[in-house]
């Protein structure tokens, strides 16, 4: 059973930090990616992490504020934001998509509950 629990969300002011968290069971941990869902609105990918190529790609909506980092020994996932809008207030995802390129597209196959970021300005 492939599982994915998200944690680390909460209420913050514009310009804050959260860190999420996300651990991995039941899968090769490797191309596990972050995306976000806000109400009305499109699917966007965040993250996609090669665990093995030790490479990340980011959105384009990121301009550098949000990063990456794993614990490799507690299948753990991390993401670290900082300069936070209202604009990103959303539910957050970790994902497994089997393959980069598939994370990449879009193109997911196994997420969590998600845990939830509001931004108030």
């Known amino acids: 059973e492939v599982q994915l629990v998200e944690s680390g969300g909460g209420l913050v002011q514009a310009g804050g930090s959260l860190r999420l968290s996300c651990v991995v069971s039941?899968?090769?941990?490797?191309?596990i990616g972050w995306f976000r869902q806000a109400p009305d609105k499109a699917r966007e990918m965040l993250s996609c992490t090669s665990i093995s190529d030790d490479t990340t790609y980011y959105g384009a909506s990121v301009k550098g504020r949000f990063t990456v980092s794993t614990d490799n020994a507690k299948n753990t996932v991390y993401l670290q934001m900082n300069s936070l809008k209202p604009e990103d207030t959303a539910l957050y995802f970790c994902t497994t998509a089997g393959r980069l390129a598939n994370c990449i597209s879009g193109d997911y196959r196994y997420w969590g509950q998600g845990t939830q970021v509001t931004v108030s300005s």
């Open positions: 039941g899968s090769t941990f490797d191309d």
